[in-house]
């Protein structure tokens, strides 16, 4: 296992985020889900090696926007946009977010979480299923626009299935 502090976003981390793991494009990932989080609608975790985030992950109360999910998986929260540093991956700091993020929905009463896995990264899929997600039957398309650096806006529809693991 990783040895990274995890943590709540802050402000002042938006833009060490957005240096060391920059959104794509034209795009301020960071900064929304530090928005969402001010809105209390959303956690945004960070990973920390000494003063250099390493990872994040976002867990949106209100679930996956999918409706789809929503019908099949009614209150359960989402653990979305989880990414590690390219040159940091296949260091457990990955699972460390996973669970930090297990933790925070679990203190907050929660009996179970979830999360979306596209059906191009087997890799990932694997490693949830390894650590207790299990497959709810859940399809769907996860649709997501983006702004490339030459500012053209790009609308993607992923297919993907959904996982939840019980919090117990």
Same mark, same amino acid.
Request: proline share 5%; aromatic share 8%; glycine share 12%.
């Given at each position: 296992m990783s040895d990274v502090d995890i943590r709540e976003c802050r402000a002042g981390d938006v833009p060490l985020l957005e240096i060391h793991l920059p959104?794509?494009?034209?795009?301020?990932?960071? *900064?929304?889900r530090y928005r969402r989080q001010e809105e209390n609608a959303s956690t945004f975790l960070?990973? &920390?090696? !000494?003063?250099?985030?390493? !990872?994040? !992950? *976002?867990?949106? &109360?209100?679930?996956c926007?999918?409706? *789809?999910?929503?019908a099949s998986c009614p209150g359960c929260p989402e653990i979305n946009g989880l990414g590690v540093a390219e040159d940091r991956r296949s260091r457990?700091? !990955?699972?460390?977010l996973l669970a930090a993020a297990e933790t925070c929905a679990r203190d907050r009463g929660y009996g179970h979480i979830?999360?979306?896995i596209d059906d191009d990264n087997?890799?990932?899929?694997?490693?949830?299923?390894?650590l207790g997600y299990r497959e709810t039957g859940c399809r769907y398309l996860d649709r997501y626009s983006y702004v490339d650096a030459d500012g053209a806006r790009h609308d993607i529809a992923d297919p993907a299935r959904f996982l939840v693991k019980d919090l117990g």
């Amino acid at each position: 296992m990783s040895d990274v502090d995890i943590r709540e976003c802050r402000a002042g981390d938006v833009p060490l985020l957005e240096i060391h793991l920059p959104s794509p494009g034209a795009n301020r990932y960071h *900064e929304a889900r530090y928005r969402r989080q001010e809105e209390n609608a959303s956690t945004f975790l960070v990973a &920390w090696d !000494g003063d250099r985030p390493v !990872g994040v !992950g *976002e867990i949106r &109360w209100n679930g996956c926007a999918a409706p *789809e999910v929503r019908a099949s998986c009614p209150g359960c929260p989402e653990i979305n946009g989880l990414g590690v540093a390219e040159d940091r991956r296949s260091r457990g700091i !990955g699972t460390a977010l996973l669970a930090a993020a297990e933790t925070c929905a679990r203190d907050r009463g929660y009996g179970h979480i979830g999360l979306g896995i596209d059906d191009d990264n087997p890799r990932a899929a694997a490693l949830y299923l390894r650590l207790g997600y299990r497959e709810t039957g859940c399809r769907y398309l996860d649709r997501y626009s983006y702004v490339d650096a030459d500012g053209a806006r790009h609308d993607i529809a992923d297919p993907a299935r959904f996982l939840v693991k019980d919090l117990g």
